[in-house]
């Protein structure tokens, strides 16, 4: 089940407003022109910001997610229809033959079990063609970011076209690693409507992730500081072998 910040249809539309411009983007798109990548698969992708930055370059993309108030608003985004976008979770992944699959933001650490984690890895295995590549990121556990989140008290009121002001508050609620959960609390002003969403990611060391890769039949080309966040977080480059 995915969380409510991207599943409830009052959250989904105004996810990307809290967001903010996404650049990080960017860098995934220069990875994508260095291994040569022509299509693309991309897990958990949300409202699908990086899909449509993949097909505007020309790609064939498709983007999978288990939301489908995300994938509502990732098909607005596509008003040429160059995407296909599939409803489900990373194991409903089709076999593409793709040369790249990526996953960004915190896509990788939602998946909390070990079981879970290889499924995803092996799912997107099939689905990459010989010598494709998965790429994604996963915040460094030493850096301890849950430790800011407990001091950050801080809210967001943004005035959202369309929808008019929402305030939205961030709470850590539990600390039991490699687990951390948080919860994000949205007020609509116009309404007085409270909603609030909450997750839980787990933090793998970069040793872990490594060992999950080579079990799952992947070898680790790179692995890069990520360019919005540096030296806060991981960037796994890794490549199909068997």
Not at 8 to 21: N, T
Not at 103 to 132: P, R, Y
Not at 202 to 212: C, K, L, T
Request: aromatic share 8%.
């Amino acid at each position: 089940m995915p969380d409510a910040i991207f599943a409830h249809p009052r959250l989904a539309p105004i996810y990307d407003a809290f967001d903010g411009s996404r650049s990080d983007l960017t860098a995934y798109l220069g990875i994508a022109d260095e291994l040569g990548a022509r299509s693309v698969l991309d897990v958990g992708c949300g409202t699908g910001s990086l899909a449509v930055l993949l097909a505007e370059s020309g790609r064939k993309v498709m983007g999978v997610d288990p939301a489908e108030a995300s994938l509502e608003v990732a098909r607005g985004k596509d008003r040429a229809g160059r995407i296909t976008w599939v409803l489900g979770g990373a194991a409903t992944v089709p076999v593409l033959d793709a040369d790249l699959a990526v996953m960004t933001g915190n896509v990788a650490q939602v998946f909390l079990s070990d079981e879970d984690w290889k499924c995803v890895l092996q799912s997107i295995h099939t689905a990459l063609g010989t010598g494709g590549h998965l790429v994604f990121e996963t915040r460094r556990p030493e850096q301890r970011a849950w430790e800011e989140w407990l001091t950050d008290d801080a809210y967001t009121v943004l005035d959202i076209p369309g929808v008019g002001a929402v305030e939205q508050r961030r709470e850590v609620t539990d600390v039991s690693l490699p687990y951390v959960s948080f919860r994000h609390t949205y007020r609509f002003l116009s309404d007085g409507a409270t909603v609030a969403s909450d997750s839980t990611l787990r933090f793998r060391s970069r040793e872990e992730a490594e060992q999950s890769l080579d079990a799952c039949g992947y070898r680790v080309r790179d692995v890069r500081d990520a360019p919005d966040r540096p030296g806060r977080e991981y960037v796994f480059i890794a490549e199909r072998t068997t």
